[in-house]
């Protein structure tokens, strides 16, 4: 089986923004409405010739200011959003665990939405039940792994999700800002269970605001700044630098 692996090369991302809301019956009706005289949208260039290669495994920590296109390049690679230029290759199954609850059907338990998740994965029932019963273990959900997840808080939604994310060991994981909002007790045991992955050399690619897991789990970081790479290194090297650039 060939090695994971991500390969991003001179990837761009257009998104287009609308400035101003149609015109009205009336303004359509007596011609007032010019839209050649009005700007009706501008593009926005949210990834700019983007260029990465991430071998197996490595450990990715990707840093930035807000909108500097960290969460748009995570979703690019996960396939979600498709560039405007460049391409993405992937090798090996990847399980990006961007949005609390992405992929829960609200109206299920959680017990029945792990159902549902382990069969998307093609695993077998008996295999299920016990992937189950250790994320039951592993959350501490208790009795509300069978309360439909529209009446779990965000801290149940975050436990669950990165449990059933993280029980099926895909070989790329992608992390986006899952610690935040998340106990002392629960922050430990997700790091200790992302130990487990970079134990198994797994890729983990990871945005974070917390720069302490980016130090404790990370050998090289990628600085996006305006949708491009600003800085790609060591750790050592291009945290500090941004430490420094930010103030901190």
Known sequence: ???????????????????????????????????????????????????????????????GHNGAGKSTLLKVISGIYTPTTGSVRTVGRICPLLEIGTGFHHELSGRENLYLHGAIYGLHRHEIVELVDEIVAFTGLGEFIDTPVKYYSTGMYMRLAFAAATAVKPEILILDEMFAGGDAEFIGKATRRMQEFLDAASIIVFVSHQL?????????????????VREDGPMAEVLPRYRAAMGG
């Open 1 to 63: 089986m060939a090695e994971s692996e991500i390969i991003v090369e001179q990837v761009s991302l257009h998104f287009r923004l609308y400035h101003e809301k149609g015109a009205d019956l009336k303004q359509a009706i007596t011609g007032l409405f010019k839209r050649k005289h009005r700007e009706s949208h501008s593009d926005f260039l949210a990834l700019n010739a983007v260029d990465l290669r991430i071998v197996h495994g490595e450990r990715i920590g990707i840093v």
């Open 212 to 228: 302490e897991l980016i130090e404790r789990f990370c050998q090289r970081v990628v600085w996006m700044d305006h949708g491009r």
